[in-house]
Structures are given as C-alpha cells and as structure tokens.
C-alpha cells in the first residue's frame, strides 16, 4: 500500500509552521551585521550625551558583543519557556505566541531604540526576539514532525532550515547602507520583518492543531478530520494512520527530563540530540552569520564592498540550501552532517590558510577568504543546517519530543550565545587563527556522529529506538552494521 501523502491544504500549513517565525529570528540574527557601524555610531552619540565624552572604543565593541548575543540569551528562555508552555498549550497556540513575542521585540527595538538611541533598550528588545527564536527552532520541528507525512517529514524539516537561510539572507541585503541599514532606517528594516508574523497570525485561525495533541486530549474524531485535511487517501488509511500514532504514542505520558536521564534508552537518544544540536552552532556559523562584514575586512576586502561580499555568500548559501533540501531527503540527515562537517573543516583551515600567508600574496588572499567563507556556508546551509532537523526528528518520538527539544534547544541557545559574544575577541586575540577553536570541535563532532549515531535514513524509528535502549555497544562493528544494514533487515542489538 502506497504512504499518505500531504495534502494541498497540509502542505500550506507545514509551509506556514516550518517557515514564519524560522525566518523572522534569523532575519534579526544578520540584520545588524551591515548596520553595526551604524549601532556604534547610535552608541556613541547616547554616551556623550549622557556623559559628555565619546564612548571608548573597547566599551563599544562589548555593548555590540552585548546586543548581538543577547539574541541567544533569550532564545534560552525562549526554548526552555517552550517545553512547559507545551504541557498548557497545544502547539499550535504556543507558535502563535511565539510570533505576538515577535512582534513586541520588533516594536521595542524600532520604535523605542529608535527615538532614544538608549543602547539598554535595544539589548531587551534582542533578548525578546530571542524567546521568539527559541520557540521557533525547536517547535517548528516538532510541528512539522507532527503534522507531516512521515515518507516526507525529511523534507519539510529540511524546508525549516531553509526558511533559516532565506532569513539570514534578507536580513543581509536589507541591512545594506544603500537600503535601509542607514542611521534614519534601520528602524524601518528592523521592522519589515514584522510583516511575516502578521500572516502568520491571521492565517492561523483556519491552520489545523496537531493530530498527536489531539489524540493525546482524547479528541480522536477531531484528529481524524484534521488528518482528513492534511492527507490524501481514504477514510481508512486515515484510520490506518491515527493507528500508527497511536503505536507510536503506546499510551505512554510525556516523558520528564528525569526520565530522560535515567532510562538508558531515553538517555542515549537524549545524548544524541543534544550532540546534534551543538554541532549546529559549536563550527563556528555565528562567528560567520554575525560578524562576515568584519571578517571580510580583516581579511583586506575593500571596507565599501565588505557587504557585498557578505551578501554574495549568503546567496550562494540560500542557493544550496534550496538543492540541499533534496539532498537531505535522498540520502538522509546522518550522512549529510557527516560529508557537511568534513567540509566544514576544510573551508575553516583553507581561510586560516589564507589569513596566515596573506603576506605572501596580499592581493589574492583576500579572495581566497571569500571563497573559504563561500564554501564553508554552502556546506553549513545546505548540508548541516538542514540536516539537524531531520535528525533530531528521526531521533525522537512522540513522547520524548517535547522533552528533548526543549532541554535540546536550551543548550542549542547557550552555545549560540558564547559562540556569538566571543568572536570579536578571538579576532583580536587570534588574528589567523580565529576559526581553529570552531575547527576542534566539528573534529570531535564528527568522531562521535560516525560512532554514537544510527543511520536515521537506513533504519526505521523502531530500529533507531531499539539500538538506543540495547545493551551497551561499544564495539565498532556493531555501529557499523546498524549504519550499513539495508532497511528493513533484522538485525541483533543485544
């Protein structure tokens, strides 16, 4: 019997769920990248008004570390605040909630920083855009894992990194000085954004709630209507299909975080996302997202074609990050990250390469940089970005989700944040060699995906399950076979 497939009308609601909010927190991420000169001029026009003299020049660069970073300090709440909303709220409310949060931080950042130029109240407005980050990067998977059908789950997670990229890149072309990242618009491009919540936000009162929420409240027959919406086939492979949920969900609750580290299957699968979700961020991409125009420029790239450097990668990247949504889907989240971060290291020791000869050939080294920056966000975009949400979501199931990636996000967060302050710091202390701390770590990330996890593409989440709660594998051969086994075939997980 063929798989259900989405449905026109699921199709719309996976593209609203996985794109909207996605797009909006990324969109904030790069905005201030082209506009920070501007920000530090604002900064030092509020101090000496305040105080009567300029700002240093070591307290502008920390207020900037400051307000780029705080973007993740929120995303924490944001993240952590997600997983107990969701014991409330049905996920669908909590997005809409995610996307009013959104709206508030847009109009404390544009409209309040803008009349005042007060640097504290701009900090606040990123710490809320941040809680709207850190509700969409985990609940959008979760939607999307929810509301999908599984033979194309792979693929509308990937769409959800996508949206990532088409944010980031907007946010770059927007916040060039010759549209509106200039001293009397930045307000206006902080704001444009805002246009995506706003549909979200109407279009979401005839969106559908998740057929696993309403199995979970006893709400079968609504749970049978909305999958009649968002699926193609007949009543009875509907049926077939709210069977299937049901097995997942094995009338087992919501597991705790307790539960989580004490259950050695819940553990393992615990340990995985977690290790899946600080590869996203610990190769070093904030130092790129946020700081490109200053690499560039440290790099010997003209101080007046800097953002178009930045914006010609983050192009390139959207680009690959559209083909990679096809990639993800044939081959699979595990080999994608693990091509993803051998190339990852390659571009990172490449622009090293470059920065540390650059005396030796001054007018071509610069080029070489963009190209290692190039490849590096071609790999990131189209590959890793991508991939951590189609494995997070094979990784997991029903009763864990909630759980996992909200404990999962928090710390996603945590290290986005120290992975975005201290960049500016590691370009002054490192010079060169900057990227080799964010080279170390995609080294070990990648030992411990080609040890410690399943193959989510080769195996089935029953598979995937009882390779988790197995007893202790330590032998490489047995990791082997679980990765190499053709789908479908038994195989022993003792």
Not at 41 to 68: C, D, E, K
Not at 98 to 127: C, K, N, P
């Amino acid at each position: 019997m063929a798989e259900p497939e989405n449905s026109r009308f699921g199709a719309i609601a996976l593209f609203l769920n996985a794109g909207m909010l996605v797009m909006i927190s990324a969109y904030q991420v790069t905005f201030l990248n082209p506009v920070a000169p501007v920000m530090v001029r604002l900064f030092n026009q509020t101090h000496v008004s305040r105080y009567g003299v300029p700002m240093p020049s070591s307290v502008s660069t920390s207020i900037m570390a400051i307000v780029n970073s705080f973007l993740f300090v929120g995303a924490m709440f944001g993240g952590l605040a997600t997983k107990f909303l969701l014991g409330w709220f049905s996920p669908k409310r909590v997005m809409q909630m995610g996307h009013v949060v959104s709206l508030l931080s847009i109009l404390v950042m544009a409209l309040i920083t803008g009349l005042t130029g007060s640097y504290e109240v701009l900090i606040i407005g990123r710490f809320l855009t941040g809680i709207g980050a850190g509700v969409s990067y985990n609940l959008s998977s979760l939607i999307v894992a929810e509301l999908s059908a599984p033979a194309k789950s792979a693929f509308w997670q990937s769409v959800v990194g996508a949206f990532n990229l088409l944010g980031l890149l907007l946010g770059a072309v927007m916040g060039h000085p010759r549209l509106l990242g200039t001293a009397t618009l930045w307000p206006v491009g902080v704001s444009v954004i805002g246009i995506s919540a706003v549909v979200y936000l109407i279009t979401s009162i005839w969106l559908p709630e998740s057929p696993f929420y309403l199995i979970r409240m006893k709400r079968q027959d609504e749970a049978v209507e909305v999958l009649q919406l968002i699926r193609t086939g007949t009543k009875n492979n509907i049926l077939e299909e709210i069977a299937r949920m049901k097995s997942e969900m094995k009338n087992v609750e919501q597991v705790g975080i307790k539960e989580m580290l004490t259950n050695k299957g819940y553990r393992k699968q615990f340990f995985a996302v977690l290790v899946v979700y600080g590869n996203l961020v610990l190769v070093g991409i904030n130092h790129i997202l946020i700081y490109s125009d200053q690499i560039f420029l440290q790099a010997g790239i003209a101080p007046d074609n800097v953002t178009f450097a930045t914006i010609g990668v983050f192009a390139l990247s959207f680009i690959a990050s559209v083909f990679g949504s096809k990639i993800v889907d044939r081959f699979g989240g595990y080999k994608v990250n693990i091509a993803c971060n051998g190339i990852l290291i390659f571009a990172m020791v490449l622009f090293t390469i470059s920065q540390a000869t650059a005396h030796l050939a001054p007018s071509a080294m610069p080029y070489v940089a963009i190209v290692a920056v190039a490849i590096y966000m071609c790999a990131w975009s189209g590959g890793s970005n991508l991939a951590v949400f189609a494995l997070v979501g094979k990784l997991t199931v029903e009763p864990t989700r909630a759980t996992v990636y909200g404990y999962g996000s928090m710390l996603l967060w945590t290290l986005a944040w120290f992975s975005s302050f201290i960049p500016p710091y590691l370009q002054i202390g490192l010079g060169a060699y900057m990227l080799m701390i964010w080279v170390f770590f995609a080294v070990v990330f990648l030992i411990y995906h080609l040890l410690l996890i399943p193959d989510t593409k080769e195996n089935s989440s029953e598979e995937i399950q009882a390779y988790f709660s197995g007893a202790d594998q330590s032998d490489s051969v047995e990791m082997s076979k679980i990765n190499t086994e053709e789908p479908g075939t038994p195989y022993a997980l003792t």
